[in-house]
């Protein structure tokens, strides 16, 4: 079965330290979207991409928080400082031609876990 | 700013009870979408209801979308400790067409 893959599936660092988080969308997936799960919050949507086009990323606090598809294979979501309440866990999932609208499904990733100290 | 509200928030219960989860919101989506996630994983997509009054079924699980396109109800007859998981659903707004999800209701299911 074709699957998104996050990588690190783990990150812990220190307050004040750039991270980056990686996806790679399935192939063939033209939308991509950017997730983060609390306990308190739930899921909430950050950013997403449709043809490698960012659409709307009003979910993202955009002084710290980054996100691009450099290419079709792959989605970055940066954050710069990281600050202790930006832990959480960032999941990227992916859809078909208009994928997570209407009928589409969205696949997820298996997250990745980041701790700020 | 359109809310999903799911209950109940935690659900401990037997093998073997039936349980219903509802979803609701006082905005229209134009459909729904209802996932399961496990520990350490990602939501996986279980249906998607899309025309008001839909009532799906999965196997054990029967899913329905209100009337009006505001609500649904996840029905899981007999549960089983595999049914165990965080149950979220996610409804789609016509205005934007993104996903606004509700804050799950963890499912624990004892043998």
């Known amino acids: 079965d074709a699957r998104v893959t996050q990588t690190p599936r783990h990150k812990v660092t220190e307050m004040g330290q750039e991270v980056t988080m990686r996806c790679q969308p399935i192939l063939g997936h033209n939308t991509v979207f950017w997730y983060r799960q609390t306990m308190m919050q739930g899921l909430e949507l950050l950013a997403y991409?449709?043809?490698?086009?960012?659409?709307?990323d009003s979910g993202m606090p955009k002084d710290r928080f980054s996100a691009e598809m450099p290419d079709a294979t792959l989605a970055t979501l940066k954050i710069q400082p990281s600050e202790p309440r930006d832990s959480a866990v960032y999941f990227c999932?992916?859809?078909?031609?208009?994928?997570?609208?209407?009928?589409?499904?969205?696949?997820f990733g298996d997250g990745t876990r980041l701790s700020i100290l | 700013t359109q809310l999903l509200e799911q209950s109940p928030q935690f659900l401990s219960i037997q093998e073997g009870e039936n349980l219903t989860v509802y979803c609701n919101s006082s905005s229209v989506f134009s459909s729904l979408q209802w996932y399961r996630q496990e520990p350490g994983e990602g939501p996986v997509l279980l249906v998607t209801?899309?025309?008001?009054?839909e009532v799906k079924k999965l196997k054990r699980l029967t899913f329905q979308f209100g009337d009006a396109r505001k609500d649904s109800s996840l029905h899981i007859t007999a549960a089983q400790t595999g049914d165990t998981g965080l149950y979220l659903c996610a409804g789609v707004s016509g205005n934007t067409g993104k996903l606004i999800f509700g804050q799950g209701t963890t499912l624990q299911v004892k043998p």
């Open positions: 999932a992916s859809g078909p031609q208009g994928g997570g609208t209407l009928n589409q499904p969205q696949h």
């Open positions: 209801v899309v025309t008001g009054g």
């Open positions: 991409f449709r043809n490698r086009a960012p659409l709307d």
